[in-house]
């Protein structure tokens, strides 16, 4: 798609937002939102970027970023010595955007697992605190929420980075459950209103005949590894309290990518969020989710069946009972291929949204537990339902006529219109 085509759509859709359903002061908050990385909207001269602090801000949404690391320098590179600049530079950008903040409590210095204080190796920055020093990350953890008052929700470290027992093939649970413990605790006593949840574990699937660990949890999209559902069991049975279960996962497995077409893959994002609602009895976080692309060169970050993709997958949780999707990084880049909300600015080119931007925004407005979701009797338009307009997109790579409409949608097209 043309950068002339994308701009057009996104004008477009920009006029219907005009009518969205929710008003300032009366909205719920959003269900959707980002995961800020290295690279955003606060790394380039505000003229470069002023497509994406809109596509940010427009329509407030959900923005997490980490305590260390993805964009943010060492916030404690010596015991008691604290550096926060680059994470108020990170928080700064995400009120300016009225964003609903989060963050994740990943990132470790490196005095804390076995390096030396006052350096930063990042390439040990998957590396988990030592046992000796989890204490000493929940009073880290404490300073941050103390320092950023209305920060209301934290992430208790991510995909359990460092903490898998190779001597046992799994993943090692009791160790990051007294590492959430410890943060829970410290967190929970300087400010009572968080909302903490984990254990953010990668929920990786298998084909049928591939799988090393299979569960009971599987469908055409394949078989959910039992040891992440083993993570899940034993942090829920031993946690001190948690607000949300936070996981994330792809519709591929991991052995054969897509066992089944890219579209009815994207049904294990609901079957799984139905599962894990049963299992654990908390809201589910899709902390990070990716559609799994069809097979061949990755899909440019302004393929039009890129954004169709996401939205489906996004509707899928929702239909599962999700409370809440990040998107990671809004900003595009080559080495993660999937949906973003605006391309990499250059030195000749500023941002430029991309066509998933303002169908974000769109659910970031109109999207809560009780909107309505449906798919047309051949599966080939999905509508999401708000108050007063539908978000309808064309799942096919033919030209669609979404139910009750006259005009149709041109492949993996997406439009806003009035609810009839």
Request: aromatic letters at 8%; hydrophobic letters at 40%.
């Amino acid at each position: 798609m043309s950068r002339l085509r994308v701009a057009g759509a996104a004008l477009l859709l920009c006029a219907a937002l005009a009518g969205c359903d929710r008003t300032p002061g009366t909205e719920l908050e959003p269900v959707v939102g980002v995961t800020h990385t290295q690279d955003s909207a606060d790394d380039y001269p505000p003229d470069q970027t002023a497509e994406a602090t809109a596509a940010l801000g427009t329509r407030p949404m959900v923005q997490n970023q980490y305590l260390m690391g993805w964009g943010v320098a060492n916030p404690e590179p010596s015991p008691g010595v604290f550096d926060w600049s680059s994470l108020d530079q990170r928080m700064a950008l995400m009120d300016s955007t009225h964003g609903v903040p989060v963050l994740t409590l990943a990132g470790a210095p490196d005095w804390m697992k076995g390096g030396r204080a006052g350096a930063t190796d990042w390439t040990t920055l998957d590396s988990a605190p030592t046992r000796a020093h989890y204490r000493d990350f929940a009073a880290l953890a404490a300073a941050a929420a103390k320092r950023y008052p209305h920060v209301r929700y934290f992430q208790v470290w991510s995909e359990l980075k460092g903490l898998y027992n190779d001597a046992a093939n799994r993943w090692d649970y009791e160790d990051y459950t007294d590492l959430y413990n410890a943060v829970y605790d410290a967190v929970k006593k300087v400010r009572p209103d968080a909302r903490v949840g984990g254990p953010y574990v990668v929920l990786d699937t298998w084909s049928a005949a591939g799988s090393p660990a299979p569960s009971a949890l599987s469908g055409p999209w394949g078989v959910v590894d039992q040891r992440a559902l083993d993570v899940i069991d034993y942090w829920n049975a031993h946690k001190h309290g948690a607000d949300f279960l936070a996981v994330d996962g792809s519709s591929g497995t991991r052995d054969a990518g897509l066992t089944t077409d890219p579209f009815r893959a994207t049904e294990m994002f609901s079957a799984v969020t139905a599962a894990l609602r049963a299992r654990t009895q908390l809201p589910v976080w899709w902390s990070e989710f990716y559609p799994t692309q069809p097979d061949g060169p990755p899909l440019p970050s302004d393929s039009p069946m890129l954004a169709a993709l996401t939205i489906d997958a996004t509707a899928q949780a929702l239909r599962g009972g999700a409370s809440r999707l990040l998107l990671w990084q809004p900003q595009a880049s080559a080495d993660v291929p999937s949906a973003a909300l605006w391309t990499a600015p250059t030195p000749d080119r500023n941002a430029t949204l991309l066509p998933l931007a303002v169908p974000w925004q769109w659910l970031a407005a109109n999207v809560d537990a009780d909107t309505a979701i449906s798919y047309s009797p051949s599966g080939a338009v999905l509508e999401i339902i708000g108050t007063r307009e539908v978000l309808a997109v064309n799942l096919t790579a033919s030209s669609q006529v979404p139910p009750g409409q006259a005009a149709p949608l041109p492949p993996y097209g997406i439009r806003v219109s009035t609810r009839r």
